[in-house]
């Protein structure tokens, strides 16, 4: 019995009610496999991968609009208040949300080598640098500005 209207919960329900929620979170792509598509953990995806993008779904990874028309939510990584509409050849970029279409899309990048996670990169070499000398900072940002693709 749950103790109803006295705002406790067992100690059990919490750490299950966290776990679901964890499961919840995690991201997922559906991939082509074997000529069918299924839902795959996304950390599991490779450059080249055949990826299914649509509406309400996260992008999971940098992916290239193979045919078609989405429009996307990039709000995130770039601050844009308006959704972008990608045609084909378009890179959609893991982070952000599509909100009308679906399309099939090539995935080209995956976890640190994402736009997300080249940014994630900058910012840890700056946290890092706080303490170095500037000349020093200002080299390796050069270095890691250098992969990104604007």
């Known amino acids: 019995m749950l103790p109803a209207g006295r705002g406790l919960t067992p ?7 966290l776990l679901l929620l964890q499961a919840s979170l995690k991201p997922v792509a559906h991939v082509k496999r074997d000529g069918k ?15 299914l993008l649509g509406a309400g779904g996260a992008v999971p990874a940098d992916c290239l609009v193979n045919e078609g028309q989405i429009d996307v939510d990039q709000a995130a990584l770039t601050g844009e208040s308006l959704p972008v509409t990608m045609f084909e050849g378009d890179g959609a970029k893991m982070g952000s949300t599509v909100v009308r279409g679906e399309v099939e899309a090539t995935v080209e990048a995956t976890g640190a080598n994402t736009f997300f996670g080249k940014t994630a990169a900058l910012l840890q070499v700056r946290e890092a640098s706080a303490s170095q000398p500037a000349s020093l900072l200002v080299s390796q940002a050069v270095s890691h500005a250098s992969d990104l693709v604007w």
């Open 37 to 51: 598509f299924i839902t795959l953990d996304a950390a599991l995806l490779v450059p080249g991968d055949l990826v």
């Open 11 to 17: 100690p059990w329900l919490a750490v299950l009610l």
